[in-house]
């Protein structure tokens, strides 16, 4: 099946600071990947559309200053948490699909566990 | 708007028993519907899907069967094991050009005890 790889798997960084996770499509490339939050023992929340050549999509709510989303080719999206703040902590996973219509399937990344010092 | 509700955990059997898990949705469109296995510390494997209604879905011993009049997709396997203790979770996929875009219920934990 398509792979998709997350980086980091894990980061810890110093509040203030600001935190860049990639997400790649390792065999088969992505026009549109989505980026999701999750909370501890809760469910996940999609933050934003990522879009290939063109802006991201954010849902009600998601800062798209604090969240900024990169998609500058078909295999690469990134996700950059800036500034970062304690309440920012959390389990980060990536989306990229293949496929058309409902046929389409998501494949994940292994998440990135962020925590904010 | 799209919105998955799963039956809450979490849930603990002991092994062989048989599993039901719960998931009912509302959709604005006609949705393609997930299951998603999350093991400790780790991204969310695919487990089974169905398209249209009245597909079954099958993978790894689970079962699960697209209901459009009760709008369901309940999950079930006769005989859980240690290694399915994991959370799972119900999804659907929107629709038109958004079915890559998934709403999650919120999924279950099971635990299973030998």
């Known amino acids: 099946g398509a792979v998709v790889s997350q980086h980091p798997s894990r980061v810890i960084c110093k509040s203030g600071t600001s935190v860049k996770i990639e997400c790649r499509s390792l065999?088969?490339?992505?026009?549109?990947m989505f980026w999701y939050r999750q909370f501890p023992k809760q469910s996940l929340m999609l933050m934003a559309t990522?879009?290939?050549?063109?802006?991201?999509?954010?849902e009600q709510g998601v800062e798209k200053d604090k969240f900024l989303i990169n998609h500058a080719s078909l295999t690469l999206s990134t996700l950059t948490v800036t500034s970062a703040h304690p309440e920012d902590s959390s389990f980060y996973i990536c989306?990229?699909?293949?496929?058309?219509?409902?046929?389409?399937?998501?494949?994940f990344g292994q998440g990135t566990r962020l925590t904010v010092v | 708007g799209n919105s998955v509700t799963q039956m809450e955990g979490p849930v603990t059997l002991s092994e062989e028993a048989f599993l039901t898990i719960n998931c009912t949705y509302t959709a604005t469109g006609y949705p393609s519907l997930f299951w998603y296995v999350q093991y400790p510390g780790e991204g969310l494997q695919l487990l089974l899907k169905a398209t249209k209604a009245d597909d079954k879905g099958s993978n790894k011993g689970f079962e699960a069967t697209y209901r459009k009049e009760t709008t369901s997709f309940h999950l079930e396997k006769g005989s859980v094991q240690v290694s399915d203790s994991a959370v799972y979770f119900c999804?659907?996929?929107?629709?038109?050009?958004?079915?890559?875009?998934?709403?999650f219920g919120q999924g279950t934990i099971l635990t299973v005890h030998p």
């Open positions: 990522s879009n290939e050549g063109s802006k991201a999509t954010y």
């Open positions: 065999d088969f490339q992505a026009t549109t």
């Open positions: 999804a659907l996929g929107a629709g038109g050009t958004s079915y890559g875009k998934l709403t």
């Open positions: 989306s990229a699909s293949i496929g058309t219509g409902r046929n389409t399937e998501a494949f």
